[in-house]
C-alpha cells in the first residue's frame, strides 16, 4: 500500500480539528464496534507500526521506516481503544454491528456515574443551570437560565427550572426533557466521538429530543449537524450507547 501524501494526512486532522470543536439512546440500528485509524497510539514514536511486506515477500521493519506506515504514525485500532489511550481519530475504517446489552454495570444517571459520561459542573448541575423544559414548546421554546431555588435532582444530576410548571413537567417525564448525549455536543458525538462542551443557548429539538452544539463567534456546529441529514444522528446514537450501555429507543427512529 503505498504511504498516503501528507497533504492528505494534513486535511484529515484538520477535519477532525474542525469536528472536536464543534439503552435509552439510540437509533434503528444495533450498536457497532468502530475500528479507526488513530494517531498517536504505537510505539514507533511516528514511524509506523504495520505488518509490512516487500515486493518480494519479505516482512519489513515495523518500525524502521522502510514500510507503507512510514511517517504516519497511525495505527487501526477499536475507537474505545483510541479514545482510552489519549490518541486522535483520523477516520472510520469500519463498522460491525453488535447485540444490544444493556450494561448494568454501567450506571444511566445515577449518583456514582453521572459525573463520568455526563456534561455537569459543579455540585452535578447540568446544562449551566439552563431549564431543559424551557426548550420545548410547552416549557417557552427558548433556553432560559433556571432559578437556583427551582431545583431538582434526578439519579445524581441536578436541573434548574425557570417556573415551578416546568419543574413538574420535568418530574412528571424526565425522560422527554434530558438532553442527548449526557448533554454534550451532538455533532462531536456523531462526527468523532467525541465529548465537546456546548453552548446552552445552541441547541435543537429534533425527534422530541434535546440536542445541544459547541458554537463560538467563528463556528456553529449546528450548521455542520445540518450539512448530514440524517447521518449523524444515527452514529451520536450508537456512540452514546456503547460509551454508556444504553440500548437504543423508538425517539432515536424518527
Known sequence: MPAE?????????????????????????????????????????GQGQCAAQATD????????????????????VEQSECTSKGGTVLEVVSQSA???????????????????????????????GYDPVAYFPEGGGAPQPGRADLELQHEGVTYRFATPENLE??????????????GWCA????????????????????????????????????????EEPGQLRPRAEREWSQRTGECPTEAAKD
Not at 453488535?98 to 446544562?127: E, F, K, M, W
Open 5 to 45: 501524501p501528507k497533504l492528505s494526512l494534513c486535511l484529515s486532522v484538520a477535519a477532525l480539528f474542525l469536528a472536536g470543536c464543534a439503552g435509552k439512546r439510540g437509533d434503528a440500528d444495533a450498536p457497532v464496534t468502530t475500528r479507526v485509524k488513530c494517531l498517536g497510539v504505537n510505539a514507533c514514536s
Open 187 to 226: 455533532y462531536a458525538m456523531g462526527k468523532t466521538g467525541r465529548t465537546v462542551k456546548v453552548d446552552p443557548e445552541a441547541f435543537l429539538i429534533e425527534g422530541d429530543r434535546l440536542l445541544l452544539f459547541y458554537r463560538t463567534k467563528m463556528a456553529d456546529t449546528r450548521e455542520k449537524w445540518a
Open 169 to 182: 413537567r420535568f418530574r412528571a417525564a424526565p425522560g422527554r426533557y434530558e438532553p442527548a448525549y449526557g
Open 98 to 128: 453488535q447485540t444490544c446489552v444493556a450494561d448494568p454495570s454501567v450506571p444511566r444517571l445515577s449518583a456514582d456515574g453521572a459525573g463520568t459520561h455526563y456534561n455537569l459542573g459543579d455540585g452535578g448541575l447540568a446544562i449551566e
Open 57 to 76: 515477500g519479505s516482512e519489513l521493519n515495523a518500525c524502521g521506516g522502510q514500510n507503507a506506515c512510514s511517517g504516519k504514525g497511525w495505527l487501526e
